[in-house]
């Protein structure tokens, strides 16, 4: 082979590469725009070094430029539906990591905010009576001089605007502890490199970065307080509490993996109210739920319901009211949006949370808290707070994966991006308790309600629908279709394994659980016996999504799904339906009967 033909053969390969990668990029980019968060995350640690490359070529500032990556890729998360070229994503990543560049230089050069003091520029005179050594002279010194100029210069506005600023950071770092000050000072005041710093202090560059990044997340929160009026409390240690309640245990037998519904049992049982898993997950309608999103196998859809009104109206049927907080953070990436979009947005300030949760354990109630730090190989899932500890700032919470529980501060509870946190009190009862015979008949008129529930879920493909244009969610036995299709789709974009790992896991489990309520539910007659076959149906239904279960074990895995696999898959999918159609048609008959019955 000729020099020649050896470089035609070279340069074919090396654009044929050059295509697959673009290929591979666009199938990341379309599967981040359904909700793969596992595609995102691919998509950028391929690209992060180049965007952080971007950002310094710019402001000449490598420290810099990792916040303003880090503001990038938050917008590229919160807006890749706007994406419409999806080969197109290393470009349109380029322009955002441009503009966030351009807006951090308009607002003051390439230090913005975090300005070294030592450029602020100081006449010598004034500048030798200043100890550079001590942050609070530096900063007494600044504020004067501030305070002077803005009585001589022409734009005194400008003057006292910084005065401002000084007066604040001098304010704001009392929130700093000792170590977290004296990296902060050796950052942002000496300027010296986070290389140069984990060398001062025998840690890796790793951990200061991450001590500069909590101090940043602290001053934020405290420039809030400071701004807000929220001054710390002049009684000082003396109001300084901790409290941890005694969570009853929770046996894997009356766990489910619907964990909204495991964690009001749970809650119940802390409270003295042990309710059934079963019946909780009946009367909750979870035991007969199936949602799938239209465009992603991502297991999302196993959350997208109204949170509020599910909670507070199912809560209410069990005898109680409910006090919620919730919310979402602004210039966060917020998981579940579809879920949590009408929340409104809420400041990061421990404020806002950490009275709430006093409240409620002082009271001896655990609370419900939404947690986006469960451990794997969850995402996120419902917990239980049951305790708090004032000078620790910390408080005690369950996680699914941990049956002794985990810790997490204060300030990891302000800043979680989805704030959804519920407490509950007992509604007050009549001080005589209702007669057996009509506590009797409020059992079957629950039971009547939840199988009418079923029937309208399984026939309405289109249970919640999000407001966000490009989320849209499939429910009822429609959305089996749906899933069927995405197991049998296109074979260059196989399904999310981690996804329908949990989607099988959740559902077949739920089903189970349809099959247990229904051979309890205080029915008589021919409604019974419809009930019964209903029960056996779903118990049929639930075996088949049990086979998918175990052929696709909900694990986080990089491993791909064969098509092989994916039409075996939805081979079960197809029996599962069949089965679940048939225990609606029975419910159906359950509820003409109850109806006859009604009318004689």
């Known amino acids: 082979m000729s020099s020649y033909d050896y470089s035609i053969n070279f340069n074919a390969e090396t654009d044929r590469g050059e295509a697959d990668e673009v290929d591979r990029r666009r199938m990341l980019a379309e599967r981040a725009q359904l909700g793969d968060t596992e595609a995102f995350g691919e998509l950028i640690e391929q690209h992060r070094s180049k965007a952080k490359m971007w950002a310094e070529r710019m402001t000449g500032d490598p420290h810099m430029a990792d916040d303003i990556v880090q503001d990038a890729l938050i917008r590229a998360f919160l807006h890749i539906g706007s994406l419409h070229d999806t080969s197109r994503f290393l470009p349109w990543l380029h322009k955002i990591v441009r503009n966030q560049a351009n807006m951090r230089l308009r607002r003051g050069g390439p230090y913005k905010r975090e300005k070294p003091f030592a450029a602020f520029g100081l006449p010598d005179s004034e500048a030798d009576s200043v100890d550079w050594d001590d942050l609070d002279s530096v900063l007494f010194h600044l504020t004067r001089t501030a305070a002077n100029a803005a009585k001589n210069v022409h734009d005194p506005a400008e003057s006292l605007m910084r005065k401002e600023l000084y007066e604040t950071i001098h304010s704001v770092l009392n929130c700093l502890n000792r170590k977290e000050r004296d990296i902060f000072e050796a950052y942002f005041f000496k300027q010296l490199s986070p290389d140069e710093i984990a060398a001062m202090y025998q840690m890796t560059t790793g951990s200061i970065y991450t001590y500069i990044h909590r101090s940043r997340q602290k001053l934020r929160q405290e420039h809030i307080r400071v701004s807000l009026g929220l001054l710390p409390d002049k009684g000082g240690m003396a109001l300084v509490k901790s409290r941890l309640l005694p969570l009853p245990e929770w046996p894997a037998s009356d766990a489910v993996m619907q964990s909204f519904v495991d964690r009001i049992g749970h809650l119940l049982a802390a409270i003295g109210d042990k309710r059934e898993t079963a019946e909780l997950m009946g009367l909750s309608g979870f035991a007969f739920r199936i949602q799938i999103s239209d465009k992603t196998t991502f297991a999302d859809g196993i959350y997208m319901f109204d949170w509020r009104r599910t909670l507070m109206s199912f809560m209410q049927e069990l005898g109680y009211e409910v006090s919620l907080l919730c919310g979402q953070l602004a210039d966060s990436p917020v998981p579940l949006l579809g879920a949590v979009e009408r929340f409104p947005v809420v400041l990061p300030i421990e404020e806002a949370v950490i009275p709430f949760i006093r409240r409620a354990i002082d009271a001896g109630k655990p609370v419900i808290y939404f947690d986006t730090t469960a451990s794997r190989p969850y995402v996120h899932e419902w917990s239980l707070i049951y ?198 048609g029975y419910l159906e008959k359950a509820v003409d009967q109850l109806e006859k019955g009604k009318s004689l």
């Open 387 to 584: 305790g708090y500890d004032d000078e620790k700032r910390t408080v005690r919470l369950t996680d699914v994966m941990k049956p002794d529980g985990k810790t997490l501060t204060y300030e990891d509870i302000a800043l979680n991006p989805v704030r959804f946190l519920a407490s509950v009190n007992r509604i007050e009862e009549s001080v005589k308790l209702p007669a057996l015979h009509a506590r009797d008949a409020a059992r079957r008129h629950m039971a009547e309600v939840s199988i009418r529930r079923a029937v309208e879920h399984a026939k309405n493909p289109r249970a919640y629908c999000p407001m966000t244009a490009y989320l849209s969610y499939t429910s009822g036995l429609s959305a089996y279709d749906r899933w069927i299709r995405h197991m049998r789709g296109d074979p260059a974009i196989p399904p999310n394994r981690y996804g329908v790992g949990q989607l099988a896991a959740v559902y077949a489990q739920a089903r189970s659980y349809a099959a247990r309520y229904l051979r309890g539910v205080p029915l008589q007659g021919e409604a019974m016996r419809f009930a019964l076959l209903a029960s056996e149906a779903y118990e049929q239904a639930g075996e088949a999504l049990g086979e998918f279960s175990a052929a696709v074990p909900f694990m986080r895995t990089a491993e791909v799904l064969s098509p092989e696999h994916c039409e075996k898959c939805a081979v079960w999918l197809e029996q599962a339906k069949a089965f679940e159609a048939a225990a609606i």
